[in-house]
């Protein structure tokens, strides 16, 4: 399990996921910030990979986080699963 602690210091940022993932790789991005205005936005990009049907998910909220793990569903395909959030 990876853990990414993201600290957006005004300026809002992008996490970019592996290219190349696992199956059953797990992810946990965590926004280490209590404020919410649009510069301190976080926004987790699939890089090519889905995360639960779309391309990205925003930590908007105060300590937001997200844990994602990497599977394939069989119908819907490989992507992203988000499996705990406080978005």
Known sequence: EQLV???PNG????ITLPATPTAGQT???????????????????GNGHNIDGG?????NS?????TLVYGNS???????????ASL
């Not at 992810?27 to 990009?45: H, L, R, W």
Request: proline share 0%.
């Open 5 to 7: 602690l993201a600290y």
């Open 11 to 14: 300026t809002a940022q992008t």
């Open 27 to 45: 992810v946990t991005i965590k926004k280490c910030a209590q404020f919410t205005s649009a510069g301190y936005v976080i926004t987790v990009q």
């Open 55 to 59: 391309s990205s998910v925003t930590l």
């Open 62 to 66: 105060g300590w937001a986080y997200v």
């Open 74 to 84: 069989g119908r819907v395909g490989a992507q992203w699963w988000i499996t705990a």
